[in-house]
DNA sequence: TGTTAGCACTCGATTGTGTTGAGTGCTAAC
DNA sequence: GTTAGCACTCAACACAATCGAGTGCTAACA
């Protein structure tokens, strides 16, 4: 048995229908919605085909039929209806971009800005950061034998920490040492200088006793760059949906968000832009039921991040992909040095 | 009618024995538990007069009683009981040390690890940072038109953004300019540097004229300085409370989190320490069954932020009150610069 | 005068029982 | 292949019955 045509039509039909009103379609409303003009029996016989072909699920026997995983996939890979107009993407874009004015922290402001837009859960990846190479260091002093370390790279990203120093050098002293610092550093990736440093440490060198926590330093650099950051925002959205009445199941969605390893794993960017996983697709037990829609971003040159949302399945799934493009090409563009 | 020292004893077991099992508590129970030796008919009386006086609830005529919002607040101000022990402070202390190593975002981390500690939402207000004297000002050159601008204030605390400057300005001509502006704005108030700032851009001083965004860059001062911040974390907590069961509730204090203007006249920074607010005490009306405990935490000198917790007017209030003043001992701790 | 045993009473929670109605699957006719 | 007709199913809803924890009150007691 295919899905011909009139299957294709009918399921589309249940999908959006469902994904509007959140409640199993029966045939009766369906002959009238779908515009095939013929009468409920004949759609019934198509719908028990689709059931038997795992497109459909019954609730119960005498409900209607709810969209499975594999509906929604057929849905979004071979139809795509209705995405958002030009009118529409545009004025999100106004609203996204006042709102990420800041590059520094746009894993939170990003998080923010798309779960407002989107009111699904937004997550973002920030990327690893140890394959960007140094441009220059600097150092700034704070007083009180502390100096502010920040790190400037190729992708524009900065780094900046609180690091010890000798209280004995002012701040023209710190200056020339990080010009000192750039002039050695300057090329190698955040990995390479951090192991440079390492070795700075563990031999006596003069240059390497001036900052008195090297080690420290290197050691702050490899937490900050070695590990990828998941940002989640908008999470209590997900309580706006029926579908989390039951706040059992809106602790295991909101629990998920906190296991970082497995949205990480979710995250990684991949090739081919906006990606929709469905259901079991995410590979995470509790988005059984939901749908995640990522987007990469990019840092500089070639370095991606990735940004998502997640909710239920029952998604407006053009409409999001829009948006997703839009965040992601905005967010590269915002990121990306001119020069 | 007074509440003598046996109503005490018997309030003090009624809240201590509700905040455990969330379940109205009968008589019965009662006069096992209270250690008065005396039988349950006598125990009704008591508990007649008590909810009289207004100290308990009656849900309905069958049931036990519940401590109102005024049996918490006595049971704060005049009993406290079974606080926290020294070790167990100790190992929160330690708990919560390890998971604020960078003061750059004592808020969001803050807010993470309260939560965390303590299993109820955190709340961390960040003070205005206004009336901060500026110490010094860098600097740093970006690439692409774009220099980093680094302010070290007398308390540590660093703001950096991103701002616009004339490409042809390298990293030395930046380094001077810094050390220009250091030189007149030393000493001053973010608040009056800024208003500086806006005169040059008006003037059409030949120094303004090096920095081509200078009223750009005003107006960022602005923006980050002017305003308090709210940071939350851990909202999804409260779904683990019997109270939040129901969705409607979960979603009105998460609602109640968006609110950063009622928020921040609740973390207002208090005179007197640790604070509790209990149910309508908050001022917010989706806070009706919830408490505040709100505690100061000082950075640098005098200038004050607020952390605290909000979770179901049912708490380990002891428990609590010296989670909180760990809490902001150790921020304070951070954040004051030993010089 | 305060305390206690006894008892009738209340009312939410639980369980059980119809009733309803949306929607199905099947069959026979078109 | 399509459709009308019809018996059937089953969640949802409403309603009644039962249960039991806990109360308030009264009368007896120390």
């Known amino acids: 048995m295919d899905v011909d045509d009139r299957k294709l039509r009918i399921l589309q039909a249940i999908v959006e229908d469902y994904i509007l009103s959140n409640t199993p ?7 009238k919605t779908c515009g095939l003009g013929v009468s409920s029996a004949t759609i019934r016989n198509e719908m028990a085909d689709l059931t038997e072909m795992g497109y459909l699920i019954q609730p119960h026997v005498s409900a209607g039929r709810v969209p499975s995983a594999k509906a929604y996939r057929l849905y979004v890979t071979r139809l795509r209806p209705r995405g958002m107009t030009e009118q529409e993407i545009e004025s999100a874009r106004r609203a996204f971009r006042s709102r990420i004015r800041d590059m520094e922290s746009v894993d939170s402001q990003g998080a923010a800005a798309i779960s407002d837009l989107t009111h699904y859960t937004a997550l973002v990846l920030t ?13 700034i002093p704070l007083g009180g034998g502390r100096a502010l370390l920040v790190i400037v790279t190729d992708s524009g990203v ?80 997900i309580l706006y949906y029926p579908e ?55 840092v500089g040159r070639g370095h991606t991040g990735t940004i998502a949302i997640a909710g239920p399945s029952r998604m407006p799934y053009a409409r ?20």
Chains 1, 2 share one sequence.
């Open 25 to 31: 379609v029966g045939s009766r409303t369906l002959s």
């Open 127 to 139: 990327p690893r950061q140890s394959d960007l190479k140094v441009r220059s260091l600097h150092l």
């Open 158 to 237: 900065i780094r900046d920490t609180s690091i010890r120093v000798s209280s004995r050098l002012d701040a023209s002293a710190l200056y020339t040492i990080g010009q000192m610092l750039t002039q050695r550093m300057q090329g190698l990736t955040l990995r390479q200088m951090r192991e440079m440093l390492y070795g700075y440490a563990a031999s006596s060198d003069a240059d390497a006793r001036v900052l008195s926590g090297i080690a420290d330093l290197a050691a702050q650099v490899e937490k900050q760059t070695e590990t990828d950051r998941v940002t989640v925002g908008g999470a209590h959205n």
């Open 244 to 298: 989390y009445a039951d706040v059992t199941a809106a602790r295991a969605f909101m629990d998920a968000l906190e296991d970082t390893g497995s949205l990480m794993h979710l995250l990684r960017p991949q090739e081919n832009g906006i990606c929709v996983r469905i259901g079991p697709e995410t590979g995470i037990d509790a988005f059984r039921d939901c749908s995640v829609i990522t987007a990469p971003y990019r």
């Open 320 to 339: 999001m992909m829009d948006m997703m493009g839009m965040f992601s090409q905005e967010l590269t563009d915002a990121l990306s040095i001119k020069d």
